[in-house]
């Protein structure tokens, strides 16, 4: 049975513990405002800009284009979009369960954060690249990123690129989700960036008239690779978002589980201390009675 001052200095312990996953939880609620808003403010430009080209590729007509090439499918990349540090719940577990269901022998990965490049080598699959991203993700690291997508695809090392993502719905819910990059298939609402938000609505191509100067093949030609190089960074800011906000709800669970045990050890410290006291004074009278 541990002792009152084993009991103090656990109790000292689960305080110190406590007062770091607080400070943890406070920063990540301040990153994860930031985070959530640039998410948010992304959307609308995604939709408008799958709008325009909805629109182009209606009015292109047999317009074809490389990044619209599909082939049949022998090898495929995956770009997964992981975090640089732990402490975010169960949010890289999932992502990372998804990336696993791949075939090893066909797949070629390419990661965007620490944990995802530690799982691809810790599992032994093929990496044909690392890239890594700030807190606050630029657009230069999704063109990055992009863009070696792109050439793989462009050279005929893949056949089909795709990207998994943890897609931010909420504070409390973050999904792993997995999309088609490259070959560029119809541009739907879905293609906007992420699932399970009014972008899903289908596209009505044809309903809006624009006028494209030079033309709609090479508006649409100028516009894929931005079209790529946005939906990156748009998904890099929903993983970011998701993360802070996983992150948040992680360390505000471990300090109220924290101040949960701090109170069950204090019990146990006052009913151990009460029952030593207890026995003093049993002891004592005892003594005194047999002096008596």
Do not use: W
């Not at 624009?210 to 790529?228: K, T």
């Not at 045990?261 to 006291?277: A, E, G, H, P, V």
């Amino acid at each position: 049975m541990p002792s009152t001052r084993d009991i103090r200095r656990r109790i000292k312990s689960v305080k110190n513990t406590a007062q770091i996953t607080k400070a943890m939880q406070m920063v990540a609620a301040s990153k994860m405002r930031k985070a959530q808003q640039a998410a948010l403010a992304g959307r609308p430009y995604a939709r408008l800009m799958n709008a325009v080209l909805a629109e182009v590729t209606f009015h292109a007509g047999d317009f074809t284009h490389p990044l619209m090439a599909a082939r049949e499918v022998r090898r495929r990349a995956l770009i997964v979009v992981s975090t640089d540090k732990g402490l975010c719940g169960a949010l890289n577990s999932n992502l990372l369960r998804e990336a696993a269901k791949l075939e090893r022998q066909t797949t070629v990965f390419i990661t965007a954060g620490r944990k995802a490049a530690q799982f691809i080598a810790r599992t032994r699959r093929q990496l044909a690249a690392e890239f890594s991203y700030h807190d606050t993700p630029a657009f230069g690291e999704a063109r990055a990123i992009a863009k070696f997508a792109r050439d793989l695809f462009l050279e005929g090392t893949v056949d089909q690129v795709e990207i998994l993502f943890t897609n931010f719905i909420s504070t409390l819910a973050q999904q792993p989700q997995m999309q088609v990059l490259l070959p560029i298939g119809e541009i739907t609402g879905v293609n906007a960036g992420v699932r399970g938000h009014p972008a899903d609505a289908v596209l009505l191509k044809g309903s809006t008239e624009f006028l494209f100067e030079p033309g709609p093949e090479e508006v649409l030609g100028e516009l894929l690779p931005h079209y790529l190089n946005f939906k990156v960074y748009q998904l890099l800011l929903e993983a970011k978002a998701s993360e802070h906000s996983a992150r948040m709800v992680a360390m505000k669970n471990a300090t109220d589980n924290a101040n949960q045990l701090i109170k069950d050890l204090t019990l146990d410290y006052n009913k151990l201390r009460q029952s030593n006291i207890t026995k003093e004074l049993l002891e004592i009278s005892s003594a005194a009675m047999a002096l008596g």
